[in-house]
């Protein structure tokens, strides 16, 4: 006998129509992705010394501020493009220690420390952990799936 799952649901505004909250959870992330990925290419166009997705380098500590003062971004643009760009793990792994940190010049401000670069790792470590359980808890859900259509399958025969 299998057990029947009830899901939440959530209004989507467009449609008006009830969704379940884990593809309302889904959609808000991709427009929240999207919205960041956009942020982050305003400043890839407006500082291309420092912003790349081709050749990511560590930041100034403090750029927020460089950027906010020189007003070529809105502030909450600068904010989301950030907080996507230094948690990329692209960019932990530019965080090597002895590595030069740019500022919005493109020219050398600081050095990362020991302490930031094995911070970094740690990050790196915990982001691969949770890419390799999503793909555990996918793999299981595909398997169950397959399961269950087919003792849907046998029960539909008879």
């Not at 009830?6 to 992330?29: G, L």
């Not at 950027?67 to 950030?82: P, T, Y």
Request: net charge positive; with cysteine.
């Amino acid at each position: 006998m299998r057990d029947i799952t009830v899901t939440a649901t959530a209004t989507d505004a467009n449609t008006a129509t009830e969704v379940p909250a884990d593809k309302a959870k889904s959609r808000t992330r991709s427009k929240n992705r999207a919205a960041n990925q956009a942020a982050l290419q305003l400043l890839c166009d407006a500082y291309p010394q420092v912003f790349s997705r081709d050749n990511i380098r560590p930041l100034k500590i403090g750029i927020q501020e460089d950027l906010i003062a020189d007003e070529k971004v809105a502030k909450n643009k600068i904010k989301r493009a950030l907080a996507s760009y230094v948690r990329s793990p692209y960019y932990f792994r530019s965080l090597k220690e002895g590595a030069d940190r740019i500022g919005l010049d493109g020219q050398a401000s600081g050095t990362v420390s020991d302490s930031e670069a094995e911070h970094a790792k740690q990050q790196l470590k915990e982001i691969n952990k949770l890419r390799q359980q999503k793909q555990r808890d996918e793999k299981a859900k595909q398997r169950e799936d397959r399961i269950s259509s087919k003792l849907d399958m046998l029960v539909t025969k008879r």
